[in-house]
């Protein structure tokens, strides 16, 4: 996207870019969906743990 690939220069736009990860997020959430009965609650606690190994990080302690 950023053109540092000098066989392909700018190829795509930040827009492009947007789309294409807000495709990924909807079929990753319609998978999830398919698994389990609160595909929300699911995302929710994930993301918590995600957001916790963060602060525990950024905090030098990992």
């Known amino acids: 996207m950023l053109g540092?690939?000098?066989?392909?220069?700018?190829?795509?736009?930040?827009?492009?870019?947007?789309?294409?990860l807000c495709d990924v997020i909807t079929t990753s959430m319609v998978a999830l969906a398919?698994?389990?009965?609160?595909?929300?609650a699911v995302f929710?606690?994930?993301?918590?743990e995600i957001v916790d190994r963060a602060r525990v990080v950024s905090a030098g302690g990992g």
Do not use: F
């Not at 929710?44 to 918590?48: E, F, K, S, W, Y």
């Open 4 to 20: 540092t690939n000098p066989r392909k220069g700018s190829t795509h736009t930040v827009d492009d870019l947007c789309k294409e």
């Open 34 to 40: 398919s698994i389990t009965d609160d595909a929300g």
């Open 44 to 48: 929710d606690a994930r993301l918590r």
